[in-house]
Protein backbone atom coordinates (compact mmCIF):
# COMPACT_ATOMS: atom_id res chain seq x y z
CA UNK A 1 0.00 0.00 0.00
CA UNK A 2 1.39 3.55 -1.11
CA UNK A 3 1.73 6.11 1.46
CA UNK A 4 -0.66 7.94 -0.42
CA UNK A 5 -3.79 5.23 -0.02
CA UNK A 6 -2.75 5.56 3.86
CA UNK A 7 -4.25 8.86 4.90
CA UNK A 8 -7.01 10.59 3.83
CA UNK A 9 -11.04 9.69 3.65
CA UNK A 10 -9.98 7.15 1.55
CA UNK A 11 -8.19 5.30 3.44
CA UNK A 12 -10.87 4.43 6.01
CA UNK A 13 -12.52 1.52 5.47
CA UNK A 14 -16.17 1.20 3.52
CA UNK A 15 -18.14 -2.35 3.70
CA UNK A 16 -18.11 -1.69 -0.36
CA UNK A 17 -15.03 -2.34 -0.36
CA UNK A 18 -14.28 -4.54 1.95
CA UNK A 19 -13.53 -8.03 1.92
CA UNK A 20 -12.54 -10.14 5.54
CA UNK A 21 -10.51 -13.22 5.95
CA UNK A 22 -10.73 -15.12 9.38
CA UNK A 23 -7.53 -17.32 9.95
CA UNK A 24 -7.50 -20.65 12.17
CA UNK A 25 -9.59 -19.70 15.08
CA UNK A 26 -8.94 -23.48 16.21
CA UNK A 27 -8.93 -25.02 19.68
CA UNK A 28 -5.57 -25.99 19.27
CA UNK A 29 -4.36 -22.47 18.53
CA UNK A 30 -6.15 -21.21 20.90
CA UNK A 31 -4.47 -23.34 23.51
CA UNK A 32 -1.20 -21.78 23.52
CA UNK A 33 -2.86 -17.98 22.60
CA UNK A 34 -0.54 -16.04 25.42
CA UNK A 35 -0.52 -12.62 23.89
CA UNK A 36 -4.19 -11.70 25.06
CA UNK A 37 -6.67 -13.15 27.14
CA UNK A 38 -8.35 -16.27 24.71
CA UNK A 39 -12.07 -15.16 25.65
CA UNK A 40 -11.33 -11.65 24.37
CA UNK A 41 -9.68 -12.82 21.09
CA UNK A 42 -12.93 -14.99 20.52
CA UNK A 43 -15.72 -12.59 21.63
CA UNK A 44 -13.66 -9.52 19.44
CA UNK A 45 -13.28 -12.06 16.64
CA UNK A 46 -17.54 -13.21 16.61
CA UNK A 47 -17.82 -9.48 17.07
CA UNK A 48 -16.17 -8.69 14.27
CA UNK A 49 -17.51 -11.90 11.99
CA UNK A 50 -21.27 -10.48 12.87
CA UNK A 51 -20.52 -6.88 12.18
CA UNK A 52 -19.02 -8.14 8.51
CA UNK A 53 -22.50 -10.26 8.15
CA UNK A 54 -24.06 -7.47 8.92
CA UNK A 55 -22.67 -4.77 6.42
CA UNK A 56 -22.46 -7.54 3.73
CA UNK A 57 -18.52 -7.67 3.52
CA UNK A 58 -17.82 -11.22 2.12
CA UNK A 59 -16.02 -13.41 4.85
CA UNK A 60 -13.45 -16.36 3.91
CA UNK A 61 -13.15 -18.49 6.90
CA UNK A 62 -10.51 -21.13 6.68
CA UNK A 63 -8.67 -23.58 9.03
CA UNK A 64 -5.38 -25.36 9.19
CA UNK A 65 -5.52 -29.36 9.40
CA UNK A 66 -8.65 -29.38 11.23
CA UNK A 67 -8.92 -32.89 11.61
CA UNK A 68 -5.83 -32.50 14.07
CA UNK A 69 -6.14 -28.81 15.20
CA UNK A 70 -9.97 -28.73 15.47
CA UNK A 71 -13.00 -27.17 14.13
CA UNK A 72 -13.48 -23.62 13.83
CA UNK A 73 -14.86 -22.51 16.95
CA UNK A 74 -18.30 -22.58 17.25
CA UNK A 75 -19.42 -19.32 18.05
CA UNK A 76 -17.50 -17.52 15.08
CA UNK A 77 -18.65 -20.85 12.89
CA UNK A 78 -22.77 -20.35 13.79
CA UNK A 79 -22.41 -16.29 12.05
CA UNK A 80 -21.94 -18.29 9.11
CA UNK A 81 -24.13 -21.68 9.27
CA UNK A 82 -23.65 -22.40 6.04
CA UNK A 83 -20.37 -21.85 4.87
CA UNK A 84 -17.92 -24.58 5.25
CA UNK A 85 -14.11 -23.32 6.05
CA UNK A 86 -11.42 -23.76 3.23
CA UNK A 87 -9.13 -26.45 5.52
CA UNK A 88 -5.59 -26.02 4.42
CA UNK A 89 -2.34 -27.77 4.64
CA UNK A 90 -0.26 -25.00 3.86
CA UNK A 91 1.20 -22.51 6.73
CA UNK A 92 0.83 -19.42 4.56
CA UNK A 93 -3.08 -18.85 3.81
CA UNK A 94 -2.08 -17.12 0.98
CA UNK A 95 -0.48 -19.78 -0.78
CA UNK A 96 -3.49 -21.85 -1.30
CA UNK A 97 -4.93 -20.58 -4.35
CA UNK A 98 -8.92 -21.13 -3.30
CA UNK A 99 -8.60 -18.66 -0.60
CA UNK A 100 -6.71 -16.33 -3.21
CA UNK A 101 -9.02 -16.83 -6.01
CA UNK A 102 -12.40 -16.18 -3.47
CA UNK A 103 -10.66 -12.95 -1.84
CA UNK A 104 -10.31 -12.04 -5.70
CA UNK A 105 -13.90 -12.93 -6.43
CA UNK A 106 -15.08 -10.13 -4.71
CA UNK A 107 -13.37 -7.51 -6.99
CA UNK A 108 -12.45 -5.75 -3.49
CA UNK A 109 -8.65 -4.60 -2.93
CA UNK A 110 -8.95 -3.70 0.94
CA UNK A 111 -8.20 -7.08 2.79
CA UNK A 112 -8.86 -7.25 6.37
CA UNK A 113 -7.21 -10.44 8.06
CA UNK A 114 -7.50 -11.79 11.42
CA UNK A 115 -6.37 -15.23 13.35
CA UNK A 116 -4.10 -17.12 15.25
CA UNK A 117 -1.20 -16.83 15.18
CA UNK A 118 -0.36 -12.88 14.64
CA UNK A 119 3.21 -14.41 13.88
CA UNK A 120 2.55 -16.79 11.76
CA UNK A 121 -0.73 -17.04 9.96
CA UNK A 122 -1.74 -13.62 9.76
CA UNK A 123 2.05 -12.25 9.29
CA UNK A 124 2.63 -14.34 6.26
CA UNK A 125 -0.56 -13.75 4.04
CA UNK A 126 -0.74 -10.19 4.82
CA UNK A 127 2.77 -9.80 3.75
CA UNK A 128 2.37 -11.23 0.69
CA UNK A 129 -1.08 -9.90 -0.33
CA UNK A 130 0.02 -6.58 0.75
CA UNK A 131 3.08 -7.13 -2.09
CA UNK A 132 0.65 -8.31 -4.48
CA UNK A 133 -1.50 -4.95 -4.87
CA UNK A 134 -4.02 -5.27 -1.70
CA UNK A 135 -4.60 -2.70 1.30
CA UNK A 136 -4.36 -4.84 4.06
CA UNK A 137 -5.76 -4.28 7.16
CA UNK A 138 -4.70 -6.92 10.33
CA UNK A 139 -7.38 -6.64 13.27
CA UNK A 140 -4.88 -7.11 16.06
CA UNK A 141 -7.45 -7.48 19.17
CA UNK A 142 -9.13 -10.38 17.00
CA UNK A 143 -5.57 -12.03 16.69
CA UNK A 144 -3.14 -13.30 19.24
CA UNK A 145 0.87 -14.89 19.03
CA UNK A 146 2.05 -17.73 21.53
CA UNK A 147 3.30 -14.56 23.35
CA UNK A 148 3.35 -10.81 23.58
CA UNK A 149 6.38 -10.35 22.21
CA UNK A 150 6.03 -12.95 19.40
CA UNK A 151 2.25 -10.74 18.74
CA UNK A 152 4.02 -7.28 18.96
CA UNK A 153 6.69 -8.27 16.81
CA UNK A 154 4.44 -9.53 14.36
CA UNK A 155 2.43 -6.34 14.17
CA UNK A 156 6.00 -4.40 13.54
CA UNK A 157 6.77 -6.20 10.80
CA UNK A 158 3.50 -6.00 9.00
CA UNK A 159 3.53 -2.21 9.61
CA UNK A 160 7.40 -2.37 7.72
CA UNK A 161 5.69 -4.23 5.00
CA UNK A 162 2.49 -1.55 4.78
CA UNK A 163 0.05 -3.71 6.84
CA UNK A 164 -2.43 -1.41 8.61
CA UNK A 165 -3.24 -2.11 12.30
CA UNK A 166 -6.75 -1.57 13.72
CA UNK A 167 -9.02 -2.99 16.21
CA UNK A 168 -12.31 -4.55 15.85
CA UNK A 169 -14.42 -2.29 17.35
CA UNK A 170 -12.95 0.83 14.88
CA UNK A 171 -13.59 -1.55 11.64
CA UNK A 172 -16.90 -1.63 12.48
CA UNK A 173 -16.76 2.27 13.49
CA UNK A 174 -15.55 2.91 9.56
CA UNK A 175 -18.09 0.59 8.22
CA UNK A 176 -20.86 2.44 9.99
CA UNK A 177 -19.50 5.74 9.79
CA UNK A 178 -22.97 7.87 9.50
CA UNK A 179 -25.78 7.30 12.01
CA UNK A 180 -27.97 8.10 9.52
CA UNK A 181 -27.45 4.59 7.45
CA UNK A 182 -29.94 3.31 9.24
CA UNK A 183 -30.41 0.04 7.93
CA UNK A 184 -26.89 -1.27 10.22
CA UNK A 185 -28.17 1.21 12.98
CA UNK A 186 -29.94 -1.99 14.86
CA UNK A 187 -27.12 -4.83 13.97
CA UNK A 188 -24.48 -2.50 14.87
CA UNK A 189 -25.97 -1.40 18.18
CA UNK A 190 -27.08 -4.92 18.90
CA UNK A 191 -23.18 -6.07 18.35
CA UNK A 192 -22.03 -3.50 20.64
CA UNK A 193 -24.51 -4.87 23.19
CA UNK A 194 -23.22 -8.32 23.10
CA UNK A 195 -19.29 -8.18 22.40
CA UNK A 196 -18.73 -4.63 23.05
CA UNK A 197 -17.30 -5.02 27.06
CA UNK A 198 -18.28 -2.12 29.01
CA UNK A 199 -19.90 -0.57 25.96
CA UNK A 200 -22.18 -2.73 25.66
CA UNK A 201 -23.39 -2.30 29.43
CA UNK A 202 -23.71 1.45 29.48
CA UNK A 203 -25.63 0.85 26.00
CA UNK A 204 -28.19 -1.35 27.72
CA UNK A 205 -27.90 1.08 30.67
CA UNK A 206 -28.87 4.10 27.87
CA UNK A 207 -31.71 1.97 26.84
CA UNK A 208 -33.18 1.42 30.11
CA UNK A 209 -32.84 5.00 31.39
CA UNK A 210 -34.46 5.68 28.03
CA UNK A 211 -37.25 3.16 28.64
CA UNK A 212 -37.86 4.58 32.38
CA UNK A 213 -40.85 7.03 31.86
CA UNK A 214 -40.45 10.09 33.80
CA UNK A 215 -41.09 10.04 37.65
CA UNK A 216 -40.73 6.54 37.76
CA UNK A 217 -36.97 6.80 38.38
CA UNK A 218 -35.84 4.94 41.27
CA UNK A 219 -32.72 6.26 43.76
Same mark, same amino acid.
Given at each position: ? +?? $???? &?? /? !???? %??? +??LVLI? *?? %???????? +? *???? =??????? /????? #?KVFDVPTILTTVLEERGGLLVQGIQDVFPEQKPINRTFINTWQDERVVDAVRATGRKKLIIAGLWTEICVAMPAIQAAGEGFEVVVVTDASGGVSKE?????????? $?? /??? %???? =???? /?EWQRD? #??????? &? #? #?EIQAQHGGASGVA? !???TQLLATPAGNEKA
Open positions: M +SA $QNKA &GL /G !ALLT %PEE +SVD *HQ %PFQVANLH +S *HEPT =MVINNTV /GLAKA #AAHDMAVRRMI $QA /GVT %PITW =MAVL /GW #AREKTVP &G #A #AF !AWE
